[in-house]
């Protein structure tokens, strides 16, 4: 910057350089455009260049005539076609020169005084046949410290105009509009007309009232090339330019310069931060969603755990209830087989054996088998619904996501980035896609006849791999051979001649012997199934949460980050506040 700077006013460039370089660190976890990152370090360029008077409008409004005629010179060329092709940087030289300084980009120096201090950026029509034009004009909004917008008389305030200014008033810059070419109306009638169109639609756009100044650029010229005093002030005054002129020499003074100078990189901080900081507050939106998926899941999942849990204990207990009637068959048995009665009949083992088949085994391995695969099954089903149901909830808040997702990608991802919308979605889809893979490949007798062997081993039954057959195999099993035992002592005691004696107490021994045993089993059963359940239940539920963990990492890695971003913008935007605020005394 040409102007001398007090140490406070180095001070204040110093922190704006600082928070300009903290605001582009601070928006890197939202994804960044490249134009906006461009913006912010050209910002930081920017406070070391001359102060940048950037003029827009469309193509034919006056442009370049205006420029000369505030130089007071010819350093431009003017057309009825779009002369300037490119963005012109018009810079004080000794002499008149012209060279170009890349895509589209001229420089021109020219050795009018009021260039000393001031750069001047002649742009392309805003309308321009070439599209890009307006992008290059575009790209020195940003850089300007003042915006002096053109429109023509006769086309006053047009909708390419309307659209390019808010462009500019998204950047913060303070913008001056110029109607030109005013010869060209009537009457004073007419310019009241057209002044009074152009204040309501820039107030209405630009939510405040901007300074207008109706000037004619070709009569100022006239009358700078004029030789008769008289002819040159009649001109003059009907060109109304020296008011315009007062204007922009009061505000460029050296005063206003500085305040224009370092308040313009903190309009590009203040658009960075209200547009990062509504990206970072829509981010956090979607993720609160985010989280209250997850948190369902996992309290679907704890639900889902205790039903099981509460549902199990009243299946188990129905196979409890076939070794209590057990326990009651082989309790009438024993009193009715083991009397004196009966004791021709004890000595027939072969004959008890096969009542104590009929009357107390009956059904009962059956009946253990039927409960443990109905058990088995239940645990195969209820599983294969919950990832079913898993499924189907992700899927509907993908879908939720893609509905809404429209607007969130124009106005939230869109020019600044969708890796974020990408990464989520694909999480998303990556988890409903696994859920199905689980629900279309699930192989019901499979998963069952592991289940069955699992709780086969657990028991300790080691016959064949029939499924829960085993179970009702190790039943008889058990209790056949207790009743063995016992019939073999009581036939010795009766041979021996004294089962008169001895037999009630050996009958009740028999039921208590008995009673044991089936005790025994009851236990193996309950603690085998129960445990087998656990396992199932707990290796479903980690199954299930393995599955969404990419998903619930990302969410919780995403919410730390973007609420760091958060904080870090919300501070960076009370000094941006305050350092324009100490800008804006400067000089008053």
Do not use: C
């Not at 002369?83 to 980009?105: C, F, K, N, P």
């Not at 009929?358 to 109905?374: C, G, L, M, P, W």
């Amino acid at each position: 910057m040409i102007d001398i700077l007090t140490e406070q006013q180095e001070a204040i460039r110093d922190r704006e350089r600082e928070a300009l370089g903290e605001l582009a660190a601070a928006v890197e976890p939202l994804e960044p455009s490249g134009d906006d990152l461009a913006a912010l370090r050209q910002a930081e360029l920017d406070l070391d260049e001359l102060f940048m008077l950037v003029v827009v409008g469309e193509f034919n409004s006056g442009k370049s005539a205006f420029i000369n005629a505030l130089l007071g010179e010819e350093a431009l060329q003017e057309g009825v076609t779009p002369t300037t092709a490119t963005v012109t940087l018009l810079r004080h030289g000794e002499v008149s020169t012209e060279r170009s300084l890349g895509d589209m980009l001229t420089e021109h120096t020219h050795p009018a005084p009021f260039l000393r201090e001031i750069t001047v950026v002649d742009t392309p029509g805003t309308n321009a046949i070439i599209r890009r034009h307006e992008e290059l004009t575009r790209t020195f909004v940003p850089r300007s410290d003042l915006v002096l917008f053109i429109t023509s008389a006769d086309r006053p305030f047009t909708e390419s105009e309307r659209a390019f200014m808010e462009t500019v008033r998204e950047w913060g810059k303070k913008i001056v509009l110029v109607l030109n070419k005013i010869d060209l109306l009537a009457t004073p009638a007419d310019l009241e007309r057209v002044m009074q169109f152009i204040q309501a639609n820039s107030v209405a756009l630009l939510g405040q009232q901007p300074e207008i100044f109706p000037v004619s650029a070709r009569l100022a010229k006239r009358a700078n090339a004029a030789d008769n005093p008289g002819e040159r002030d009649a001109l003059r005054q009907a060109s109304r330019f020296d008011t315009l002129e007062e204007y922009i020499f009061r505000t460029l003074d050296e005063a206003g310069r500085i305040r224009l100078k370092l308040s313009s990189p903190l309009g590009v901080a203040e658009r960075v931060l209200d547009k990062y900081g509504a990206v970072a507050q829509q981010r956090l939106a979607v993720l609160a969603e985010d989280f209250k998926t997850v948190e369902n899941i996992d309290s679907q999942l704890e639900i889902y755990a205790a039903d099981m849990k509460r549902e199990f204990e009243g299946r188990l207990s129905h196979v409890e209830n076939i070794i209590y009637d057990l326990k009651e068959r082989g309790d009438t048995f024993f009193e009715e087989t083991l009397r004196v009665g009966r004791i021709p009949d004890l000595l027939n083992s072969n004959r008890i054996e096969r009542e104590f088949q009929e009357r107390v085994i009956s059904d009962t391995a059956r009946r253990v088998d039927d409960a443990t695969n109905n058990l088995i099954d239940w645990m195969v089903d209820q599983d294969l619904r919950m990832w079913q149901s898993v499924s189907d909830y992700v899927n509907r808040r993908r879908q939720a996501g893609v509905g809404s997702s429209v607007q969130y990608s124009e106005h939230v991802i869109g020019s600044v980035g969708g890796q974020f919308a990408y990464n989520r979605d694909t999480l998303l889809r990556s988890v409903v896609q696994e859920s199905r893979r689980v629900v279309e490949s699930y192989d019901r007798d499979r998963v069952a006849a592991n289940i069955a062997a699992d709780m086969r081993s657990a028991v300790g039954v080691m016959i064949g791999a029939g499924g829960a057959a085993a179970l009702g195999i190790l039943v008889a099993a058990t209790v056949t051979s207790a009743f063995i035992d016992i019939t073999g002592i009581t036939a010795a005691l009766v041979s021996g001649a004294i089962g008169l004696f001895v037999l009630p107490y050996r009958r009740q021994k028999a039921k208590a012997e008995f009673r044991e045993r089936a005790q025994e089993l009851r236990d193996r059963l309950v603690v085998a199934m129960t445990e087998q359940f656990n396992t199932e239940l707990s290796n479903s539920l980690q199954r299930i949460r393995d599955a969404i963990a990419p998903y619930t990492r990302f969410v919780r890695m995403e919410h730390e980050r973007v609420s760091a971003a958060a904080a870090a913008l919300t501070e960076l935007e009370a000094r941006v506040k305050a350092l324009q605020s100490e800008v804006e005394r400067i000089g008053r």
